[in-house]
């Protein structure tokens, strides 16, 4: 079945850091990919999304590029600011046999916490 | 735009106690609907979903059960709650672009 794999936390940066958080994953077909991001107290809101092989997804300084020879989809973004505390998850749907678009395979999440 | 309500917010159940939580949504016709928790240091899990009145399709053996008896309401339930249950409940539905949109959650504290 599908998996997803992410980055252990916590990650811990100075304002202005650089991030990356890795996440890899295994699915048979082409699945779509995701990370979504969760503030403190608040459900998940979707960050960027990719949806084939070499795809760029981005939002707000944050990239990720679907990387199918590696089963990638690492998080990037230049420049951190506090406002990025949070939680990261990184998600894929569907793959081959019809998988429902809605049922997301989740990763178990990445705790950022950048200091000013 | 799709808003998802749930409520309640934050509840504290003692073990053996039942259980309801709601979840409405706005903004959407014959949503597919989702219940995924979050226990606590850990990632999400679908516990349930549904592609219409009435129809539900459980991903994991649990002690707990769906229902959505109209279009727009989907409801989470258990008889006798255990320790176990605790958790960040989470309702969602497809956005008009295609991803899944959260509500804001349901905090379950199991005592």
């Known amino acids: 079945g599908n998996s997803v794999t992410q980055m252990e936390g916590p990650v811990t940066l100075s304002e202005e850091a650089f991030l990356t958080i890795n996440c890899t994953y295994t699915?048979?077909?082409?699945?779509?990919l995701f990370w979504y991001v969760q503030y403190p107290g608040e459900g998940l809101q979707l960050l960027l999304k990719?949806?084939?092989?070499?795809d760029k997804g981005s939002n707000k300084g944050f990239e990720a590029t679907y990387r199918k020879e590696t089963t990638s989809f690492h998080l990037e973004k230049g420049s951190v600011q506090v406002s990025d505390s949070a939680v990261y998850f990184c998600?894929?749907?569907?793959?081959?046999?019809?998988?429902?678009?809605?049922?997301?395979?989740f990763g178990q999440g990445t705790i950022l916490t950048v200091h000013p | 735009s799709q808003t998802i309500h749930q409520w309640p917010a934050t509840l504290v159940q003692p073990v053996g106690s039942p259980l309801s939580l709601e979840c409405t949504v706005e903004g959407t016709s014959n949503p597919n609907l989702y219940w995924y928790r979050q226990a606590a240091g850990r990632g999400l899990q679908l516990l349930f979903y549904s592609v219409g009145i009435g129809q539900i399709s459980s991903e994991v053996p649990q002690n707990l059960s769906a229902s959505r008896p109209q279009d727009r309401q989907f409801i989470l339930s258990s008889k006798k709650l255990l320790l176990s249950d605790s958790g960040f409940y989470l309702c969602a539905c497809h956005s008009i672009t295609g991803e899944l949109f959260f509500g804001e959650g349901s905090r379950l504290t199991v005592l």
């Open positions: 699915a048979t077909g082409y699945p779509s």
């Open positions: 990719a949806t084939k092989a070499d």
């Open positions: 998600a894929l749907s569907g793959g081959a046999g019809g998988t429902s678009y809605g049922k997301l395979t």
